[in-house]
């Protein structure tokens, strides 16, 4: 089937399967960022925004994507820099392989949550697994990113 | 040469930040061709078995379908897919496909296309004969079994491990000091217990992958997710009976690898496919295949006898270890040695210890190398039974360590006779029970609700790479301009080893650190380098950069002699010019670098490997603070405390960031995550549904510090931080859950209902 949507801003038509996951055709268009690491919705890897909203590709078919907005890391690089250089500066990207995924839904969790309570943080981010960081210096790093700017720590 | 820390011990942020973290494409899989054949296994639904006939004409027929290779198809020549150092210790007990199948998930038929699903379609309609066999999957009475897992002629031990195929035996050994039973026989309290540890799997984000293609030159190129370039490169010519001198292997950035990377878990099966069509291909493991057929944590069985006089002062430890590798021995002959010299010599009093092993084969996923690799398993058993000791005298936890760890300056007879030249454990004791406020909250604290909180406390070391076995070496070129390229052959997966080289290069040459461009990892250019495992990189590899920094300023000094016209021994070099103190004389280190491009005779090029006779153990104290539910057993994780003695840390954040994820593994391993069977020998926990990983409500609040020691062995210092630092947390938090409620749990992990079933 033929399906329409805007991927980082750009709107396209394309090919694609009853049964092809968003994952794989994002993938297939190059959107490298998008890793998977689990293909049962546990790790997060695999997160991209659809009309502003954190999915989960590797369980979110391609066809319901008709007639979205799907942005993926690439559509988002200057946030990504933003943010990866809070996560950098506490060396907590260590391998990088689970950060796309971390920082698309950091980006969505400061448009969705009103508090950045830790625990609120915390809940938030529970569907992103690492296995390097320990988690720590990802909550150092969302903490400065989200009180940026600011003399106060909100969190 | 006496330099300055500038760059070392600060917190540089890694030089592949930046990409990563806008999620450049720069893993294996971003940079595989388009073209690629897609590789897959089938797998035995069986834990023993024969294959008889493949009949593989239907799939065949499959559009899209280029080749399917069973056991007729490879070369009758066993191999190890451990990547160690050759000899390898684990025994030569693989074909890249076998007519037999010890496992469920064995690799039965290797499938490739060019699409997914024609390999899926395909691979449904391969009919297999398999000759059911009854299987060995109690690793208790796999030893002398009937049944034989590799009856086979040509199964081959390279080593003197103790290795006996007709015996189900992938090793086995010990050794004595002193006359263990005699002392156990006059001491006042004794411990005799059994710890049951399980095959944990890495579960790096990254699964399994790899890539391969013939070059221009009609060689074999792989690019890997592997921590070990140049043993793949060797593995792979042993497997594919081909000359070394046909195959390049690269390492792209790697997506966590904690050991399991160590093992050639996926290469061979794209190798043969390119080697057979001439074409690109490449294999992604699914997480699925990353769970059930792949290299996790040797599950052991560890039982110590320890005994003390009336005073708490230890006299003897006797530790037998019981291993299983599975159904190969990938890293079975050494992951137990770890077992007892990474855990018996936290511990200077015993006036006698015993340490013996047997590691034998099942029919149950092999196993491999997972950080830690035998001493976090060890630990597990010899920690928790010192707490139990403590318990038995009635004297604190901390207080029995204080009596009897060892100390800086010791002689370690049950760790290879070396003495020890570096420790802070005793304030890594100090202050982590300051820390945890540990004389306030020892033993335990009634939170009046029904919960309980408890405090526990272990000790850990490891070492610092394989003494008298790994080499590491580099490259040092000055480039025009006067920048440096160090070419290492050391396999950053992650942790930041590009990056903290480079630091180390940076003092030792007295420049910026972007000056450092490192490259790493491709067999064909980099220089020779064991690879990123035994916590070896900043030790080894670091004092391999310190080495050839030196040579490099000699040769730079040499070249500024002959454009100042001038004697060498009155010239100095700072890092950017070389000088004339008494003459005023001066040239500088870019003027050398881009004069040495026009008729010069000399390259400046420096190079050194190192190797190291000893193996300095890094060290640590943890402490876990539980809250334990006692009408459920349900523990939760408030609080954990670690002080690490690693040496210098070259880069602060990056060691804190290690030991908070090790922790974080480790905590896992102590709560969450367990690898369990069916009586049909099929793995239960084959997703992440099912295998529980930590997530960052797990891990409670983790705090780390430093108490560094100074390693005269070491690259400014250092020692080892990779490994050690999941090695506490079992031991800790079962005995927090010990100090809360009375229940001791001894066997992996320890959920409500073991603890549940031990609440008094």
Known sequence: MQIEFTLNGRLIYEETSDDETLFHLLRRKGCYSVKCGCETENCGLCTVLVNGVSRLSCSYLAARADGCDVVTLEGAQKEAEEFGSFLAAEGAEQCGFCSPGLIMNVLAMEKELDSYEEENVKEYLAGNLCRCSGYMGQLRAVKSYLSRGENRNEC | ?760
């Not at chain 2, 420790?423 to 029904?450: F, H, I, Q, T």
């Open chain 2, 1 to 760: 040469m006496n330099v300055k820390m500038r760059t070392v011990n600060t917190s540089v942020q890694k030089k592949d930040a930046k990409a990563l973290v806008t999620g450049k494409p720069v893993f294996t899989d971003d940079l595989a061709p388009g073209d690629c054949l897609i590789v897959k296994v089938l797998r035995s639904p069986h834990a023993h078995a024969l294959i008889g006939q493949i009949d593989t004409e239907k799939a065949n027929k499959v559009d899209g379908i280029v080749c399917i290779l069973t056991y007729q198809d490879v070369p009758n020549k066993r191999f190890t897919m451990a990547g160690q150092t050759y000899p390898e210790p684990s025994p030569y007990d693989r074909l890249i496909l076998d007519q037999r199948m010890r496992f469920v998930g064995d690799a039965a038929a290797i499938v490739a296309g060019e699409t997914e699903e024609a390999v899926d379609h395909a691979m449904r309609l391969i009919k297999v004969d398999y000759e059911v066999l009854e299987p060995v999957l109690d690793f208790r009475k796999a030893k002398d079994h009937k049944v034989l897992i590799h009856p086979e002629d040509n199964w081959e031990s390279l080593c003197p491990v103790g290795a006996d195929n007709r015996r189900n035996l992938c090793a086995c050994g010990g050794e004595e000091h002193g006359d263990v039973n005699e002392l156990l026989e006059q001491c006042d309290y004794v411990v005799e217990q059994v710890y049951h540890t399980k095959a944990n799997q890495q579960a790096m984000m990254e699964t399994f992958r790899a890539y391969s293609y013939l070059d221009a030159y009609g060689r074999l190129n792989m690019v890997a997710s592997t921590q070990v370039t140049f043993h793949v490169r060797r593995i792979l010519a042993h497997a594919l009976d081909i000359p070394k001198s046909r195959i390049r292997v690269i390492k792209p950035r790697i997506g966590g690898g904690f050991g399991a990377k160590q093992t050639v878990v996926a290469e061979v099966y794209p190798a043969i496919v390119t080697m057979k069509t001439g074409r690109a291909a490449k294999i992604i493991y699914s997480r699925y295949e990353s769970q059930i057929a792949s290299s996790p944590r040797h599950e052991m069985e560890i039982r110590v006898r320890v005994g003390a006089d009336k005073n708490g002062i230890l006299q003897a430890i006797d530790v037998y270890t019981l291993s299983n590798t599975g159904a190969y021995g990938e890293h079975g002959p050494t992951t137990v040695g770890l077992s007892g010299h990474k855990s018996i010599p936290l511990y200077r009093t015993p006036r006698a210890f015993r340490f013996a092993y047997d590691v034998v084969y099942t029919n149950c996923m092999s196993a491999g190398a997972y950080r830690g690799y035998g001493a976090t398993q060890g630990i597990f058993a010899v920690e928790s039974a010192i707490n139990e000791l403590a318990e038995k005298i009635g004297m604190d936890k901390v207080k029995i360590r204080e009596l009897n760890m060892v100390r800086e300056g010791d002689i370690m007879p049950a760790y290879y006779g070396e003495t020890l030249n570096s420790c802070a454990l005793d304030r890594c004791m100090a202050r982590a029970k300051e820390m945890m406020e540990w004389d306030r909250k020892y033993p335990s604290v009634d939170m009046g609700n029904g919960k309980v909180r408890g405090v526990g406390v272990a000790m850990a070391m490891q070492g610092s790479a394989i003494s008298g076995v790994d080499v590491a070496s580099v490259e040092l070129r000055l480039n025009d301009d006067g920048f440096y390229t160090l070419m290492i052959g050391a396999s950053d997966m992650g942790t930041g080893c590009d990056t903290t080289l480079a630091q180390v290069a940076s003092d030792c040459l007295e420049c910026d650190l972007d000056q450092i461009v490192v490259h790493g990892t491709d067999t064909d250019v980099s220089p020779y380098d064991s690879g990123s495992y035994a916590s070896s990189t900043m030790y080894l590899t670091g004092m391999a950069v310190v080495k050839a920094c030196g040579e490099m300023r000699d040769k730079i000094l040499d070249k500024g002699a002959e454009y100042l016209s001038c004697e060498k021994d009155t010239l100095e070099f700072d890092g950017s010019r070389v000088w004339q103190p008494a003459g005023g004389l001066e040239i500088s280190l870019k003027d050398i670098g881009n004069k040495v491009m026009c008729s010069n005779n000399n390259m400046l090029s420096a190079g050194a490997s190192h190797t190291s006779p000893v193996s300095p153990p890094p060290f640590m104290v943890g402490m876990a603070e539980v809250e334990v539910d006692k009408e459920t057993g349900e523990a939760e994780l408030i609080d954990y405390v670690a002080v690490v003695d690693c040496g210098t840390t070259i880069n602060p954040n990056l060691a804190r960031i290690q030991t908070e994820g090790g922790l974080a593994q480790g905590i896992g391993m102590a709560l969450y995550e367990d690898i369990t069977y069916t009586d049909k020998g099929q793995m239960i926990q084959n997703s992440f549904m099912q295998y529980k990983l930590p997530s960052r409500l797990d891990v409670g609040n983790i705090r780390v510090e430093f108490e560094s020691s100074y390693e005269p062995t070491g690259p400014f210092g250092a020692k080892s931080i990779g490994e050690i630092v999941i090695n506490t947390p079992s031991p800790a938090i079962a005995d927090a859950i010990a100090s809360a409620v009375g229940a001791r749990v001894r066997e992996l992990p320890i959920t409500a209902e073991k603890v549940y079933r031990e609440i008094k």
